[in-house]
């Protein structure tokens, strides 16, 4: 499985925008699809996450009702819409895929910058 993210770029706090993650290979593999955030000094954090298939949508608090994940099925890509961004959602964001179990993700996108100026 590859992932290729797009998307990211600065924008300012209260602006919304849509990262891509564009899957291929062996995607029938995939059982959930992510997407992290790493901020410099922090550790990686998931944001959202959901089952290949559908369904299955998880985000975490300091997230929930910004953030939103869906899949386009026909491209094989999932969409990250982030809307009222903060300064402190400046990370750099990564899409990752597990075949077996949402604690481990097999697959990795290269990172994309989101950088929220206040």
């Known amino acids: 499985v590859q992932l290729q993210a797009s998307g990211g770029g600065l924008v300012q706090a209260g602006d919304s925008l849509r990262l891509s993650c564009a899957a291929s290979?062996?995607?029938?593999?995939?059982?959930?699809i992510g997407w992290f955030r790493q901020a410099p000094g922090k550790q990686r954090e998931l944001v959202a996450r959901?089952?290949?298939?559908?369904?299955?949508?998880f985000y975490p608090k300091f997230v929930e009702g910004r953030f939103s994940i869906s899949k386009d099925n026909a491209k094989n890509t999932v969409y990250l819409q982030m809307n009222s961004l903060k300064p402190e959602d400046t990370a750099t964001y990564y899409c990752?895929?597990?075949?077996?179990?949402?604690?481990?993700?097999?697959?990795w996108g290269q990172g994309t910058l989101v950088t929220v100026s206040s």
């Open positions: 959901m089952a290949w298939t559908g369904g299955g949508t």
């Open positions: 290979g062996r995607t029938s593999s995939i059982y959930y």
């Open positions: 990752a895929a597990t075949i077996r179990s949402i604690l481990k993700y097999d697959y």
